[in-house]
C-alpha cells in the first residue's frame, strides 16, 4: 500500500515537472511575443509618417514614389502579421461568443483546447508550409515591384510565414496555459478581462447583493 501510493506520489511529480517546464516554454515564448509586439506598435507610428510625408510631397511639390507608398503597405503588412500572436497574447482577438458565451468558464476553456489543437494550430502549420515556398521562390530571383520605382517584395511575402511561425508559438503557449489551468495548475490571467470577465464579475455581483438582500429580509 505504501509502494502504491509512493509511486503515486512519484508519477505526480513527474507530471508537474513535465508541466511546469512545458510552463517556462510558454512563458518564453509569451516573453519574444510581447517584445515583438512592442516593437510593432512603432510601425503603426512610422506607416503614419510615412504616408503623412508622401501627401505632403505629392501636394506642395506634385511628386510623388511608389516606393513610399509600398513602404507604408509593408509597415502595415508587418502590423498584421507580427502583430497577430501579440494580440493572441493579449486576448484581444475577436470572438464570436452568441454560443460559448452561456457556458462555465471551465466549459469554454476545453473548448478553446479543442480548437486550438483541431483548428489553429493546423492552420498555421497549412499557412506555414504554403507560404515558404512562396517566399524562398521570390528571395531566391530577387523579385521587385512591378511599380516602377517600387520596393523589393520578398520582404513583404517574409512577413506571412514569419507572421504564422510566431502565431503557431503563440497557439502552443496558450494550449499550455489554458491545460495548465484546467488542471488548477495556475490563474487565468484572462479571467477578469473582457466581455466574458466583466459579465462573470457583474453576474457575481449581483448574487452577492441579492444573498444579502435576503438574508437582512429574514433577519
Given at each position: 500500500m505504501v509502494r502504491r501510493e509512493g509511486q503515486?506520489?512519484?508519477?505526480?511529480?513527474?507530471?508537474?515537472?513535465?508541466?511546469?517546464?512545458?510552463?517556462?516554454?510558454?512563458?518564453?515564448?509569451?516573453?519574444?511575443?510581447?517584445?515583438?509586439?512592442?516593437?510593432?506598435?512603432?510601425?503603426?507610428?512610422?506607416?503614419?509618417?510615412?504616408?503623412?510625408?508622401?501627401?505632403?510631397?505629392?501636394?506642395?511639390?506634385?511628386?510623388?514614389s511608389n516606393s513610399w507608398l509600398e513602404l507604408q503597405w509593408y509597415l502595415f503588412g508587418a502590423v498584421f502579421m507580427l502583430g497577430a500572436a501579440y494580440t493572441f497574447l493579449k486576448n484581444e482577438h475577436i470572438r464570436i461568443d452568441v454560443v460559448t458565451g452561456n457556458f462555465r468558464k471551465r466549459t469554454r476553456d476545453w473548448i478553446d483546447v479543442f480548437g486550438h489543437i483541431f483548428f489553429l494550430i493546423p492552420f498555421c502549420w497549412i499557412m506555414i508550409w504554403h507560404s515558404w515556398p512562396f517566399f524562398v521562390r521570390s528571395f531566391q530571383i530577387n523579385e521587385?515591384?512591378?511599380?516602377?520605382?517600387?520596393?523589393?517584395?520578398?520582404?513583404?511575402?517574409?512577413?506571412?510565414?514569419?507572421?504564422?511561425?510566431?502565431?503557431?508559438?503563440?497557439?502552443?503557449?496558450?494550449?499550455?496555459?489554458?491545460?495548465?489551468?484546467?488542471?488548477?495548475?495556475m490563474e487565468d490571467p484572462h479571467a477578469s478581462a473582457g466581455h466574458h470577465g466583466a459579465a462573470e464579475a457583474e453576474a457575481e455581483r449581483l448574487l452577492q447583493q441579492a444573498a444579502e438582500l435576503n438574508l437582512t429580509n429574514r433577519q
Open positions: 503515486r506520489g512519484a508519477k505526480q511529480k513527474a507530471r508537474e515537472s513535465e508541466l511546469g517546464n512545458l510552463l517556462r516554454i510558454s512563458a518564453l515564448i509569451d516573453a519574444i511575443n510581447s517584445r515583438i509586439g512592442d516593437i510593432i506598435k512603432w510601425f503603426i507610428l512610422a506607416a503614419v509618417l510615412v504616408s503623412t510625408v508622401n501627401a505632403i510631397i505629392r501636394k506642395v511639390f506634385n511628386t510623388s521587385l515591384s512591378m511599380n516602377a520605382g517600387g520596393l523589393l517584395q520578398w520582404p513583404a511575402k517574409f512577413l506571412v510565414p514569419a507572421g504564422f511561425v510566431l502565431l503557431l508559438a503563440q497557439a502552443l503557449s496558450e494550449l499550455i496555459k489554458r491545460i495548465a489551468i484546467l488542471r488548477g495548475e
